[in-house]
């Protein structure tokens, strides 16, 4: 695998491991780790952030909740919300199995490119002459599953045929169109898109069952009622699908979330973060900001639901995380992007909602005609949507516009810096850990290609006794 590969692995993991810990700083994780201690089962695998030890299927349950509660993890190509999901059933597996380092970062790469090659060549989303995008009314996350049973199995180191019965198996776990229920029908729950734990715990179910001689569909990837109606894709395009398999990593073009949000609405806190840091704007200054997108991004149901924020009587965390208005509000304010965001504090804040007033959205005129004339794969259709602002202060107007999503490694004008990657692991993690082991944790995922037991790494995951 080549050493640019590992390295952005290694970005990846500790970056997934962040948004755990930053999980498990806010209420919500808590009452997900209280469902773990409910599970139990043999103490064989770590609970990031409280340190407890369960049964390696019920860890990869807590973690991968724990990683997706704040929306920080990451997506690919402001389409498809893999997450952590390659690396959290590798990592309660590998505290099972004794797993080295390098074996955790093999099966998160290849868990990882698996998720990403059928997210997109299954995507629900086709580029429209005439409506500018056809939207699938039967979407769904199951690509997730098969990452986490890749995960998993690699880890237990399954030989072809228990492979293939873990993937034929793991299909049978995976969830029907609740992406589509979820956009189309607020208002939205603390399940949101898909249960990023229960896909980890789907995985590790279904190795465990290989493991033990189940036998599954050996066709599950085959025809129109296989992995494309899993997915409720329109069509599958085979053909990239397997294109290039380990030449092409898709990890390498990984999207790094700066914001605990959806992706849809990072180019938006961009531009407005940089207009008040260039023009010393402080939240007192602005009269109203105006932000124009892609539609798909503030007229889906849910979206327009969690928008009207100022009115909503529940604000709570699922709602705040669809809410372009709220993001705006937070960045004005300049609330630090992580567990910040999602504080009981911050959430029913008076003044965040007075702020949520001023802002606006709509449609950017070059939206539907780029996805209209789009000649690329379906799959990447929304990887640059055109997003423009206008702030009107009490120190003037300020306009600015990007087709950059803050984070996206494929693209240089966006991709963060590892630098950056560190700085946000530093602040999610320092909700629950303490400075020297955050600075520990950090160099051995540095150098976790040498670790010989990941049991090193996951004994830092929680404070120290």
Same mark, same amino acid.
């Not at 299954?122 to 996350?141: E, H, K, L, N």
């Not at 009269?287 to 889906?300: G, Q, Y």
């Not at 929304?382 to 494929?410: H, L």
């Given at each position: 695998?080549?050493?640019?590969?590992?390295?952005?692995?290694?970005?990846?993991?500790?970056?997934?491991?962040?948004?755990?810990?930053?999980?498990?700083?806010?209420?919500?994780?808590? #009452?997900?780790?209280?469902?773990?201690? /409910?599970?139990?089962?043999?103490?064989?695998?770590?609970?990031?952030?409280?340190? /407890?030890?369960?049964?390696?299927?019920?860890?990869?349950?807590?973690?991968?909740?724990?990683?997706?509660?704040?929306?920080?993890? @990451?997506?690919?190509?402001?389409?498809?919300?893999?997450?952590?999901?390659?690396?959290?059933?590798?990592?309660?597996?590998? @505290? #099972?199995?004794?797993?080295?380092?390098?074996?955790?970062?093999?099966?998160?790469?290849?868990?990882?490119? &698996?998720?990403?090659?059928?997210?997109?060549?299954?995507?629900?989303?086709?580029?429209?002459?005439?409506?500018?995008?056809?939207?699938?009314?039967?979407?769904?996350?199951?690509?997730?599953?098969?990452?986490?049973?890749?995960?998993?199995?690699?880890?237990?180191?399954?030989?072809? $045929?228990?492979?293939?019965?873990?993937?034929?198996?793991?299909?049978?776990?995976?969830?029907?169109?609740?992406?589509?229920?979820?956009?189309? *029908?607020?208002?939205?729950?603390? %399940?949101?898109?898909?249960?990023?734990?229960?896909?980890?715990?789907?995985?590790?179910?279904?190795?465990?069952?290989?493991?033990?001689?189940?036998?599954?569909?050996?066709?599950?990837?085959?025809?129109?009622?296989?992995?494309?109606?899993?997915?409720?894709? !329109?069509? &599958?395009?085979?053909?990239? &699908?397997?294109?290039?398999?380990?030449?092409?990593?898709?990890?390498?073009?990984?999207?790094?979330? !700066?914001?605990?949000?959806?992706?849809?609405?990072?180019?938006?806190?961009?531009?407005?973060?940089? =207009?008040?840091?260039?023009?010393?704007?402080?939240?007192?200054?602005? %009269?109203?900001?105006?932000?124009?997108?892609?539609?798909?991004?503030?007229?889906?149901?849910?979206?327009?639901?969690?928008?009207?924020?100022? $009115?909503?009587?529940?604000? @709570?965390?699922?709602?705040?995380?669809?809410?372009?208005?709220?993001?705006?509000?937070? *960045?004005?304010?300049?609330?630090?992007?992580?567990?910040?965001?999602?504080?009981?504090?911050?959430?029913?804040?008076?003044?965040?909602?007075?702020?949520?007033?001023?802002?606006?959205?709509? @449609?950017?005129?070059?939206?539907?005609?780029?996805?209209?004339?789009?000649?690329?794969?379906?799959?990447?259709? &929304?990887?640059?949507?055109? *997003?423009?602002?206008?702030?009107?202060?009490?120190?003037?107007?300020?306009?600015?516009?990007?087709?950059?999503?803050?984070?996206?490694?494929?693209? !240089?004008?966006?991709?963060?810096?590892?630098?950056?990657?560190?700085?946000?692991?530093? *602040?999610?993690?320092?909700?629950?850990?303490?400075?020297?082991?955050?600075? #520990? =944790?950090?160099?051995?995922?540095?150098?976790?290609?040498?670790?010989?037991?990941?049991?090193?790494?996951?004994?830092?995951?929680? !404070?120290?006794?």
């Amino acid at each position: 695998m080549p050493a640019e590969v590992v390295r952005q692995a290694k970005m990846f993991i500790l970056d997934s491991i962040g948004c755990a810990l930053g999980g498990y700083a806010i209420a919500w994780g808590k #009452r997900v780790a209280d469902v773990g201690r /409910d599970l139990g089962g043999k103490p064989e695998a770590t609970v990031i952030g409280s340190g /407890d030890r369960l049964h390696c299927a019920h860890a990869a349950y807590v973690n991968g909740k724990l990683g997706n509660i704040l929306d920080m993890d @990451e997506t690919l190509y402001n389409n498809r919300h893999i997450g952590g999901v390659p690396l959290f059933p590798a990592l309660s597996v590998g @505290e #099972r199995t004794g797993a080295t380092g390098k074996d955790i970062i093999l099966a998160t790469v290849l868990a990882y490119d &698996f998720a990403a090659r059928s997210g997109i060549c299954g995507s629900s989303f086709r580029p429209d002459p005439v409506q500018g995008v056809a939207v699938s009314g039967s979407a769904g996350m199951g690509f997730n599953t098969f990452a986490a049973a890749i995960a998993a199995g690699k880890t237990f180191k399954l030989d072809k $045929e228990q492979m293939i019965n873990a993937l034929g198996t793991v299909a049978y776990f995976a969830p029907g169109a609740i992406e589509s229920k979820f956009v189309f *029908t607020p208002p939205s729950n603390f %399940n949101k898109y898909g249960d990023m734990g229960w896909f980890c715990l789907s995985g590790v179910m279904a190795a465990l069952c290989a493991l033990n001689g189940y036998v599954g569909d050996p066709s599950i990837l085959d025809g129109p009622r296989g992995l494309a109606a899993l997915l409720g894709a !329109p069509d &599958f395009d085979y053909d990239t &699908f397997v294109a290039d398999l380990g030449e092409r990593w898709y990890i390498m073009d990984a999207g790094f979330k !700066p914001y605990p949000t959806c992706r849809w609405f990072h180019t938006g806190i961009r531009l407005l973060e940089d =207009i008040m840091k260039k023009h010393g704007l402080k939240p007192g200054d602005i %009269n109203s900001i105006k932000v124009d997108t892609h539609p798909l991004a503030t007229t889906l149901p849910t979206f327009e639901a969690a928008d009207r924020w100022a $009115e909503s009587a529940g604000k @709570e965390l699922w709602l705040s995380i669809d809410s372009f208005t709220y993001a705006l509000a937070c *960045t004005a304010y300049g609330i630090t992007p992580g567990p910040e965001w999602a504080q009981e504090e911050t959430l029913k804040s008076p003044r965040i909602a007075e702020m949520t007033k001023k802002i606006t959205h709509g @449609e950017h005129p070059d939206a539907m005609r780029m996805t209209a004339a789009w000649s690329g794969h379906p799959g990447k259709l &929304f990887s640059q949507p055109p *997003t423009s602002i206008e702030v009107i202060s009490k120190k003037g107007r300020f306009t600015a516009e990007s087709t950059d999503i803050p984070g996206d490694s494929w693209n !240089p004008g966006a991709r963060l810096t590892d630098d950056a990657i560190v700085a946000k692991f530093r *602040t999610n993690a320092s909700y629950i850990l303490g400075e020297a082991q955050v600075d #520990r =944790i950090i160099d051995m995922v540095d150098g976790l290609d040498g670790i010989r037991d990941i049991g090193k790494l996951t004994a830092l995951l929680a !404070p120290l006794v």
